[in-house]
């Protein structure tokens, strides 16, 4: 149990849901649910976790976990916003969008203002 609680502390303070949900505030319970799947995975007793469909050695997930900032979980909350297709296991989803959040932030807003330079809006 205080392994569980070290960590929603870590990544409460880490992540800065508190402020995130002053700055969110319609996405309160989706802020709680993303905390509450980073904790549960960084506390399961299994060797590997499920990422899009591959194992991953879970002290390789946790470690990327451990690299997560508001800005990742901002960028989890715009990828949720964008998403038109239904979504079978959020879960599963949520996992990758985290998961992969270090590495894909920069390509996906580098696209963003590439798109809306090409189109007059900057």
């Known amino acids: 149990m205080r ?25 309160r319970d989706t802020l709680d649910g993303i905390l509450e799947l980073i904790v549960d995975t960084c506390c399961a007793n299994k060797p ?3 990422i899009s469909g591959d194992k991953k050695p879970a002290e390789v997930v946790k470690s990327r976990f451990m690299k997560l900032n508001s800005s990742h979980i901002e960028y989890v909350l715009q ?3 964008d998403n038109t297709t239904r979504i079978r296991n959020v879960n599963q989803y949520l996992l990758a969008i985290l998961f992969n959040a270090p590495t894909t932030i920069s390509p ?15």
């Not at 696209?111 to 330079?117: A, L």
């Open 48 to 50: 590997w976790i499920l």
């Open 3 to 27: 392994t569980r609680a070290s960590y929603e502390k870590y990544f409460r303070d880490a992540l800065e849901i508190d402020f995130l949900k002053q700055s969110n505030p319609g996405e």
């Open 79 to 81: 990828c949720l916003s």
């Open 108 to 122: 996906y807003y580098r696209s963003w203002v590439n798109n809306d330079m090409a189109n007059g809006l900057v």
